[in-house]
């Protein structure tokens, strides 16, 4: 049989992203209309994020399906030795994100994103976000160029369409201001819902457009994985959806809209606090999260472990990684690689087995030491941090629940009903948006089309695939990671570290 794929110019896509959404919320009364999308579509039961885990290094992965090693936000917070002096970067910061593009000569990130392949063939990405500033601009960071319309939930500045934020204003108001800390952001998943419906899509069509509610991210970090507010800021941005899904059952399915429904990362519970600072101390090493005059250590806050070294000579780095992996705090433990396995410092991976080599990675890159206990909410995953409360929700390192990310693809392109089983990952949806567009994805996607999920394409021979588990350790310390690779694309499921027998 002769495979034929139609890609007719009318194809829209429409992608609706669940900011740090742990796949195993999903079900039939917390979210009853991502549940009807699955009824309609493909799950993806094996879907991954990038590592590490931070929402400003898989967003820029979902809109250029390329890792961090190669877009180059390597986190939320980077370190930029390239610039002289060295130039700590904060990507929350969106004007900061625009001015880094334009003075890199529009080379921020290493590799085109999903806007600007789109305006190569002279379409449009339309980008509605109530995430950090600095996220809604990456979604699409060159959009003020490009002329596509970006709208934020919550911040005006952002609007790279002065006439689109007037006839928003006039139709449904200015955009919400952010709620207080711990109190569900509801008004701009709304906001955003209804500038989608009444304006964006009947006036604009275009044909990628991102929708990205911010929740339940924002509620799991002051309230806790699964605690009331948070479950009820993600009925709130479900039933937004249930919004969207009731125009595309209604009209948008019949005008060959296809929906993909996200998330950038799970969440899990801290039950235990670190302090990096002092053990890196007792080796010798004067900390601060912030680059100094006396600092020989920069250890960036959040949940990514990220150590920047000011002398990273291997002797600096081999002794701060033997003080930290005999602390019970320290999971997974990453740095240059003395080969494609190793890092240069005994008991670490390189960097590049989990797709994060660059040159602004930091010296250390490790995960905090999580299990898979319960947490107060009854989900599985509990992780040490350095910086947030006992009890609260986090992301960044290398736990399964982590990385696991909802994936899920509807419309007359793709099977419906139906779980596939495929290791897949956040890298996977730009090369597989532009392959229902009749687009050919550039070389620089790590990721692949997901030709599981068609109901179209023919079924193909399945791609290989291939798990392996590789450990590594001292005699105090042993840490395991799992690794899948199908076909040219390689997924990192998660790690972990113990105390060596
Ligand atoms: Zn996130």
Known sequence: MKASVTHPATRRVILVSFDGL?????????????????RQGVTLGRNVTVYPSETRAAMPSLVTGASPGRHG?????????????????????????????TLSGGRLMGVPSLGEVLAAQGKTLAVLASNSAGTT?????????????????????????????????????PPPAPPPAGTPDLAAQSYLTAALLDIVWPQLRPDVTILSFGEPDSSSHYCGTAEV??????????????????????????????????????????????????????????CDSASGQDVDAIVVPGQVGAIYLADPSELKILRAVAAMTKAPWCGPIFTAGRNDIEGIAPGSFARQLVMADHARSSDILFSY??????????????????????????????????????????????????????PSGICDIAPTILH???????????????????????????????????????????QVLRRIQVGAAAYIEGGFAENAA
């Open 436 to 478: 229902l567009l009749g687009i050919v994805a550039p070389s620089q996607m790590d990721g692949r089309v997901l030709n599981e999920t068609f109901a179209t394409l023919p079924r193909a021979a399945p791609a290989s695939v291939v798990e392996t588990v590789y450990e590594a350790g001292s005699s105090t310390y042993h």
């Open 73 to 101: 936000m390597v986190g939320n917070q980077y370190l930029d030795r390239a610039a002289v002096p060295s130039r700590y970067v904060d990507t929350a910061d969106d004007q900061l994100v625009e001015t880094l593009d």
């Open 22 to 38: 742990r796949p195993d919320l999903i079900n039939a009364t917390a979210t009853p209309h991502l549940h009807r999308l699955q």
């Open 369 to 422: 030491r999580a299990d898979s206990e319960v947490d107060p909410f009854g989900l599985i995953g509990r992780t040490w941090s350095n910086d947030a409360p006992i009890g609260l929700g986090v992301h960044g390192g290398l736990h399964h629940k982590e990385m696991a990310a909802v994936g899920i693809l509807a419309g007359t392109a793709f099977r419906s009903g139906s779980l596939s089983e495929v």
């Open 137 to 173: 601009r990456l979604f699409n960071h060159k959009a003020r160029t490009l002329g596509h319309p970006t709208i934020s939930g919550h911040f005006a500045r952002l609007a790279t369409s002065r006439s689109l934020l007037e006839a928003l204003n006039a139709r449904i108001g």
């Open 229 to 286: 507010r948070t479950l009820e800021a993600l009925a709130w941005a479900d039933q937004q959806f249930g919004r969207v899904l009731d125009w595309w059952e209604a009209e948008g399915r019949r005008q060959d809209v296809h929906i993909i429904a996200v998330s950038d990362h799970g969440h899990v519970s801290v039950h235990a606090q670190a302090d990096v600072h002092q053990v890196l101390r007792d080796a010798g090493f004067r």
